[in-house]
């Protein structure tokens, strides 16, 4: 059964996207499904997880917790339509495509979803340091610069993509067409990028420093947009961000 997973930071819509798969990972690391890119979620803090009985949301063992309505579930607990999760500084909506859609998730005018229904976060606790919890295989890297998650494409009418502009891999070019891509050298340094419909935001995901962008570092928590030709300097290589027209 697909499922639309709508996740906000703050005021902006982050993640947007649908999936199909039984199990739908989420965490900081950039190998889970929907990657929640700040220090205050664990690197492998949730699952949802299709049931006869509807969607299930389990906490595996966060540092954090997982808040369902604004209280803290015990292990898990079964999704009912409009509930709100909320992981760390993330606002989360699940939506069973299969289930008849409810006033909570009625578009406005513009067509475009709506979460300002949404309850208020808990009060988040002080960044915590990344979880020590090792990580699961990955997915057989790509060369630099960049390793793809396993998520659908999504439509735009302006397509991202990272050029290779300097160092090995000088005039490699990839298309940023899928929901979350990560981009760099594990063990080196990995940034993310989070697509939303035509917007692009980049985020620190491992490494010693976070990545810079013109020239400025961009921090080790929170997601920056990116602007057309705009330059990523991430794992010792020079990036080119560029938008162009989708055929």
């Known amino acids: 059964m697909s499922r639309r997973i709508l996740v906000s930071l703050d005021t902006a819509t982050v ?29 492998e803090h949730a699952v949802l997880r299709q049931t006869p009985e509807g969607t299930l949301l389990e906490d595996r063992n966060s540092t954090n917790g ?4 604004g ?28 289930a008849t859609p409810t006033a909570a ?26 979880d020590a919890t090792p990580p699961h ?5 790509m060369d630099f610069p960049m390793f793809e998650q396993p998520a659908p494409a999504l439509p735009a009418t302006r397509l991202g993509r990272i050029t290779v502009i ?13 929901p979350v891509s990560a981009v760099g050298k594990r063990g080196t340094a990995v940034a993310t990028v989070q697509r939303d419909n035509d917007r692009y ?3 620190y995901a491992e490494g ?15 997601a920056v947009p990116l602007q057309h030709d705009d330059v990523l300097e991430l794992a010792g290589a020079l990036l080119h961000f560029e938008l162009a027209e989708a055929e």
């Open 208 to 222: 010693d420093s976070p990545p810079i962008l013109n020239g400025e570092a961009i921090g080790f928590t929170g």
């Open 66 to 69: 997982t808040f369902v309505n």
């Open 105 to 130: 998730w009625a578009a406005p005018a513009t067509g475009e979803a709506t979460i300002d229904a949404l309850p208020p976060l808990p009060e988040a606790p002080a960044d915590a340091s990344p």
């Open 137 to 141: 295989a990955m997915p057989p890297a």
């Open 71 to 98: 209280q803290k579930i015990v292990q898990q607990r079964l999704l009912q339509e409009g509930d709100a999760v909320e992981i760390g500084h993330y606002r989360i909506r699940v939506q069973d495509l299969a």
């Open 15 to 43: 993640v947007d996207t649908t999936l199909d798969q039984e199990c739908i990972t989420l965490g900081r690391r950039p190998y889970n499904d929907v990657v929640l890119n700040h220090r205050s979620v664990s690197g």
């Open 166 to 178: 300097s160092g090995p891999a000088s005039g490699r070019t990839v298309e940023l067409n899928k």
């Open 201 to 203: 935001l980049l985020a």
